[in-house]
């Protein structure tokens, strides 16, 4: 009884993993097929065109995927659809405004008098 429910478990374990490969397989976000793509050349047509600076075009989930700035002169990465060229998924960074940015705005220093523009730092009382 024991040896068939383990051996149950184990082929139920199995055929799971086999069927979340499948679909992880599948799950791409462009499946066009090769023989529609369009090159590399017209990738980099299409972002000069949206004012991009490009440092790289590689191949992601099915994808084309471009790296390299914005007009702005932002970060970015962009999916593109390889048969029409169409953006996918688009992700800008700002990297200096996420550098000096603090969560809500800049933050006033407290009001305990440690922080006076007019006094000199230092330890204990005068």
């Known amino acids: 009884m024991k040896k068939s429910l383990m051996l149950a478990i184990l082929v139920a374990g199995i055929a799971g993993f086999a069927t ?6 599948d799950d791409d976000d462009c499946s066009v097929p090769m023989a529609n793509w369009q090159p590399r ?20 989930d099915g994808c084309y995927e471009v790296r ?39 933050a006033a220093p407290p009001n305990n008098g440690l922080f006076n523009r007019d006094s000199k730092p230092g330890i204990g009382s005068k």
Do not use: C, H, S
């Open 20 to 25: 979340a490969g499948v679909a992880y397989a």
């Open 68 to 106: 390299g700035f914005d007009a702005q002169g932002r970060e970015i990465k962009a999916k593109i659809d390889p048969g029409t060229l169409a953006i996918v998924k688009l992700k800008r960074k700002d990297r200096d405004a996420d550098r000096n940015a603090a969560p809500g705005g800049p």
């Open 41 to 60: 050349e017209a990738v980099q047509k299409m972002a000069a065109g949206q004012g991009w600076t490009v440092r790289r075009i590689k191949i992601d």
